[in-house]
């Protein structure tokens, strides 16, 4: 009889014990476990495609005339320089984590207008003046470059350059004055640069470049018909930053990345 009534009492007490636990359990909160992390897309850079920009900056034109043997002087005015550029790039190579490749090999054509103008005295002849207006140039090169970053390429470049000017010839002891024709020139282009692409469409850049053209004979010709020809050497040096816009061609597919909480 006694040890019934220990197992009923036993046998209660679990119940009880039981009872309670679960309704414990119903009265609290549910318990969330964390999402796994979300997988966010992240744009790769292409840099392979076209693009259109402007730019501007400055320029500076060397100018020395001689006759004969003669040194006659030189000038070395700055201006204002401004225009546009368009081009198409290919990336390739062997680079890690550069997408297609570490390697940027591009053509570019592009074009600017000056404000550029100077003068100097003869030092052989008092009173002799001869003044210079550089009016545009252009340029149509290749270019190569090395991405540092997967953004960040550096390049240099080379090709053709060509400048529009004229020249004035002045006595200001009697006033008399001789001109040339507004002519083009052709020569050579070399620089050094570097382009971020900020977006996926969006670039900026900084460029130096040297223009060379060589000495030339230029025709100074009077009002009555008179004429003489001057040797006349030119380069131009120009520092540019600008912008490019790319077609669309600089976005790549998404790559997953893991989000950060």
């Known amino acids: 009889m ?24 119903l009265g609290r909160r549910p318990v969330y476990t964390a999402p796994p992390p979300v997988l966010a897309p992240a744009p790769i ?7 259109v920009g402007g730019n ?25 320089a401004g225009g546009g550029q368009l081009g198409c790039d290919y990336q390739f190579g062997f680079g890690k ?5 570490s390697w940027v090999v591009g053509i570019q054509g592009m074009f600017d207008g000056t404000s550029i103008s100077g003068n100097n005295l003869d030092p052989n002849n008092d009173g002799d003046l001869y003044s210079s207006r550089v009016h545009w140039f ?14 960040l390429l550096v390049y240099g470049k080379g090709g053709v350059a060509w400048v529009g000017d004229n020249h004035t010839f002045t006595n200001v002891l009697n006033g008399s004055a001789a001109t040339t024709e507004n002519i083009t020139r ?30 030339k004979d230029l025709t100074f010709t009077f009002p ?26 600089g976005k790549g597919p998404a790559a997953p990345v893991v989000a950060r909480y």
């Open 97 to 101: 984590g550069y997408g297609p490749g």
């Open 45 to 51: 850079f292409l840099w392979t495609g076209c693009y």
């Open 138 to 151: 252009g340029t149509l090169t290749g270019r190569l470059g090395f991405l540092a970053t997967p953004t």
């Open 186 to 215: 052709t020569g050579w282009d070399a620089g050094l640069g570097m382009e971020w692409m900020f977006a996926p469409n969006w670039s900026v850049w900084v460029e130096y470049d040297h223009m060379g053209f060589g000495t």
């Open 56 to 80: 501007i900056g400055g320029a500076w034109a060397h100018k020395d005339f001689s006759f004969g043997a003669e040194d006659e002087g030189g000038h070395s005015p700055g201006g204002f």
């Open 2 to 25: 006694r040890n019934r009534l220990m197992a009923s009492v036993t046998a209660a007490l679990s119940l009880f014990a039981v009872g309670h636990a679960s309704g414990a359990d």
């Open 224 to 249: 009555d018909g008179d004429f003489f020809s001057e040797h006349v050497k030119q380069s131009v040096d120009k520092v540019l930053v600008g912008v490019n816009w790319r077609f669309n061609f």
